[in-house]
């Protein structure tokens, strides 16, 4: 570390005019990197336009290929938190050429959002993967890494030398300048032809060929476009990754710690709160229907209602237990005190959790399963998990929470994409009406809101009964032209590889 601290320019600054120049004998090297990302920037532009497939998968796995020829294999497998969040970012990208659930696919993507940056800064921070500061840390690497090398990108496309630099200059501004009047003509064409109707006819007398060279191949201009603009973005974020002395260490700072007492009232009044509510609660469980009838209240209202909302108090009292031992200046039988009323919050969290999830299994019993109250399920063993981990923290305080919820919370979002959620789903509806347990199945909910997969299941329903909407009323389309609606689309996204899916490509030919 004290190394790393001498190379680095004085009070902590990156003073990039003192690398202003590549190395001649690496210029090979930086040229060839500088072509591969030029090609993973087209990919990149081109995945803006494309609907979820296996085109996400194929731009991931491309960034990573990218990651080990720029930057070498050793960085991504050097640390075991480098191997892991590898692992975890080409799981969640093939779920994008396995599955067809568009909410996971929408989850999946804000969290490659997230990861994959993380992972591409993590071996240029100074704190620790399982330090919450981490974030904050390698957000502001994130950016210093995207925008405080971009002249290497210059640099490498304009080899030494002025002669040279002027001609290749000169080349360099021709070729930009007329990638981008191509690019921006091609764009504004479509926008005249839909503008003005004497625009667009005279477009039509021109031939065909003209036609579809000036209205389709614009795509591709614009594309490459903005492939010429990220790519000095993302070399320079590359050459970061090569070169992680630029980047400066975080200063270490001394957390703050405040009085214990004030956490110790604040604790013990929701301690007490929760105390009361537990015990009309737990009066509502075991006294049955008869009991909460009596007080004027249905009992099928009972069990729905204030559901989210102790998920969410148990949320708040998580993050109230952590504030507490974190915070709390560590002295005296204060500190003591503080620590059995976190025990006692988190005790009373968990209780909370079991008395939501019991109400949530009256719902269901009367309703059946859907994609939320499935997800649900999951949310509260998740929590639960947290809440033992905070009960542990209060305790052993020395326990690092975020060092065992981290991996926690990824291997639990990993395993909920592995379960087939939607066959599920639409398994224990049909369940339900072809038993007599419900009167209707929704099915317009469970084929256009949910995935391909839950097509194996609406067979074994009659296809030629009318499909109701959610509103209750028919649009006059039959269960089996539902059905064979759906196979269409399955197939039509199986004919491009962008959009290919393994989830689709069953369903295309699972309908007869």
């Given at each position: 570390?004290d190394e790393l601290k001498n190379a680095l320019p004085a009070e902590g600054s990156i003073n990039c005019a ?297 949320v708040l009292n998580l993050s109230l237990t952590l504030a507490s031992l974190c915070l709390a200046r560590r ?182």
């Amino acid at each position: 570390m004290d190394e790393l601290k001498n190379a680095l320019p004085a009070e902590g600054s990156i003073n990039c005019a003192q690398k202003r120049k590549l190395p001649e004998e690496s210029m090979a090297r930086y040229r060839r990197n500088l072509v591969l990302t030029l090609g993973f920037c087209l990919l990149l532009a081109d995945a803006l336009n494309w609907p979820w497939g296996m085109g996400n998968t194929v731009t991931v796995f491309a960034w990573y290929l990218l990651l080990a020829l720029a930057v070498g294999r050793e960085e991504l497998f050097r640390r075991w938190e480098s191997r892991t969040l590898l692992g975890v970012n080409l799981a969640l990208a093939s779920t994008f050429a396995l599955t067809s659930n568009p909410l996971f696919r929408w989850w999946n993507f804000l969290a490659l959002v997230v990861l994959v940056p993380l992972h591409a800064v993590s071996g240029l921070g100074s704190r620790p993967w399982w330090d919450a500061g981490m974030l904050w840390e390698r957000c502001g690497l994130l950016f210093q890494g995207l925008f405080g090398n971009l002249w290497a990108c210059f640099a490498a496309a304009v080899p030494e030398g002025r002669k040279t630099q002027r001609r290749d200059g000169r080349t360099l501004t021709i070729v930009l300048g007329t990638c981008g009047a191509v690019a921006l003509v091609s764009f504004l064409i479509p926008v005249l032809v839909s503008a003005d109707a004497l625009f667009a006819a005279s477009l039509e007398r021109l031939s065909w060929n003209v036609q579809f060279r000036l209205l389709h191949f614009g795509d591709l201009f614009q594309r490459l476009f903005w492939a010429l603009i990220f790519t000095p973005f993302v070399f320079s974020l590359l050459y970061a990754m090569a070169h992680p002395k630029l980047l400066c260490p975080a200063e270490e700072k001394k957390g703050f710690q405040a009085d214990a007492l004030g956490f110790v009232l604040a604790l013990a009044a929701v301690d007490g709160l929760y105390l009361a509510f537990l015990a009309v609660q737990s009066a509502g469980l075991f006294g049955g229907p008869e009991y909460v009838e009596s007080l004027g209240v249905s009992y099928a209202a009972w069990a729905r209602s204030g559901f989210f909302q102790m998920v969410g108090v148990t949320v708040l009292n998580l993050s109230l237990t952590l504030a507490s031992l974190c915070l709390a200046r560590r002295e005296g039988r204060v500190w003591r005190a503080l620590r059995g009323l976190c025990a006692l919050l988190a005790g009373e969290s968990l209780v909370l959790l079991a008395s939501a999830a019991w109400r949530m299994t009256l719902y269901v019993s009367a309703y059946g399963l859907s994609f939320k109250r499935l997800l649900t399920y999951w949310g509260m063993l998740m929590m639960a998990l947290f809440l033992l981990a905070g009960l542990w923290k209060a305790v052993r305080p020395d326990f690092r929470f975020c060092k065992w919820a981290f991996p926690v919370a990824l291997a639990g979002w990993l395993v909920i994409n592995c379960v087939p959620v939607d066959y599920l789903v639409a398994r224990n509806q049909v369940d339900r009406y072809l038993g007599g347990e419900s009167s209707a199945v929704s099915v317009n909910y469970l084929a256009d809101s949910l995935s391909f997969d839950t097509l194996s299941q609406l067979v074994r329903l009659d296809g030629k009964k009318p499909v109701a909407r959610y509103d209750g009323y028919g649009n006059g389309e039959t269960l089996e032209e539902l059905l064979e609606r759906k196979q269409s689309q399955a197939a039509a996204q199986c004919s491009n590889w962008r959009t290919w899916s393994l989830s689709a490509c069953l369903a295309a030919g699972r309908v007869s």
